[in-house]
Antibody, heavy 121, light 113 residues
């Protein structure tokens, strides 16, 4: 079964750090671009970061640039999001999402269940 | 950044009746390769988003044929021919041509009357 499972969320103080992980199974992870998308409580979806299949191409939303780092370990089928200097406005459910260039023209076709990050003192 | 504007923001529909959601982008989503990178997602209550439509009008695997997408350039529409109870949730359009960033519409909440 094709799936993505996130972990690493939790409660952190403003200014703190957290590292999210997303483990993929059921497909050749290195062949797919990956993204992080977040959703603040009661709000809509916000794209956060993108990484190409080899890890050489990376993009960030302006709201997280310089504070968040996306990375991947293709040998371990895992995607990560290192979040530093966290702010209250980073409070959200964070989803990892597979981007499928081959079949659905770069749509996000597989999503994880999400992991909640709460930034509060 | 491309701004995606959805209307309406909420919709209440009687089962069996049609529903329509509009999505307008601030720039054309037509790529030089001839493809238009407009997607529709549905987030059912308490669930992760799921892909419904890609490239304006192509239904993703397993999506019922009562869902259809149309449009071009900057104006797009998602239609549900006959709404069912399982269709409740929030619908989002998203553009994937001008990166970064990917941008989503604000979402349209569909409820059943």
């Amino acid at each position: 079964e094709v799936q993505l499972v996130e972990s690493g969320g939790g409660l952190v103080q403003p200014g703190g750090s957290l590292r999210l992980s997303c483990v993929a199974s059921g497909f050749t992870f290195s062949s797919y671009e990956m993204n992080w998308v977040r959703q603040a409580p009661g709000k809509g979806l916000e794209w956060v970061a993108y990484i190409g299949g080899s890890g050489s191409t990376i993009y960030y939303a302006d709201s997280v640039k310089g504070r968040f780092t996306i990375s991947r370990d293709n040998a371990k089928n895992s995607l990560h999001l290192q979040m530093n200097s966290l702010r209250a406005e980073d409070t959200a459910v964070y989803y990892c999402a597979r981007e499928d260039y081959y079949s659905v023209d770069d749509a996000f076709d597989i999503w994880g269940q999400g992991t909640m990050v709460t930034v509060s003192s | 950044d491309i701004v995606m504007t959805q209307t309406p923001l909420s919709l209440s529909v009687t089962p069996g009746q049609p529903a329509s959601i509009s999505c307008k982008s601030s720039q054309s989503l037509l790529h030089s390769n001839g493809k238009t990178y407009l997607y529709w997602y549905l987030q059912k209550p308490g669930q992760s988003p799921q892909l419904l439509i890609y490239e304006v009008s192509s239904r993703f695997s397993g999506v019922p044929d009562r869902f259809s997408g149309s449009g071009s350039g900057t104006d797009f529409t998602l239609k549900i021919s006959r709404v069912e109870a399982e269709d409740v949730g929030v619908y989002y359009c998203m553009q994937g041509i001008h990166l970064p960033p990917y941008t989503f519409g604000q979402g349209t909440k569909l409820e059943i009357k």
